[in-house]
């Protein structure tokens, strides 16, 4: 079993950052993508990127050049480095791991919030 904790969220004006973190544990856990997904009222999940424990990334097309995610495969945390954030960005967001198992699990969210 995988425990998800998520930290990071918040208020930030337009122009922005926030760095996201979300430790996976459990007991001999062997994780294979960590990522970040968000769903802004009255839209759907959505992805906002992944990472594999190779370092291969995958980006929405919306964060490309503003968010950066990495990982400590020691620590099994993950991490979304959110820069130049804009209203739109405002959303609950949802650490993602994939483990090697082929299970899925998803943290309980926390807020981003970009408003003036």
């Known amino acids: 079993q995988v425990q998800l904790v998520e930290s990071g969220g918040g208020l930030v004006q337009p122009g922005g950052s926030l760095r996201l973190s979300c430790a996976a544990s459990?007991?001999?856990?062997?994780?294979?993508?960590m990522g970040w997904y968000r769903q802004a009222p009255g839209k759907e999940r959505d992805l906002v990127a992944t990472?594999?424990?190779?370092?291969?990334?995958n980006y929405a097309d919306s964060v490309k050049g503003r968010f950066t995610i990495s990982r400590d495969n020691a620590k099994n945390t993950v991490y979304l480095q959110m820069n130049s954030l804009k209203p739109e960005d405002t959303a609950v967001y949802y650490c993602?791991?994939?483990?090697?198992?082929?299970?899925?699990?998803w943290g309980p969210g926390t807020q981003v919030t970009v408003s003036s």
């Open positions: 459990g007991r001999g856990i062997s994780i294979n993508v």
């Open positions: 990472i594999t424990t190779g370092g291969s990334t």
């Open positions: 993602y791991v994939r483990r090697f198992l082929g299970l899925d699990y």
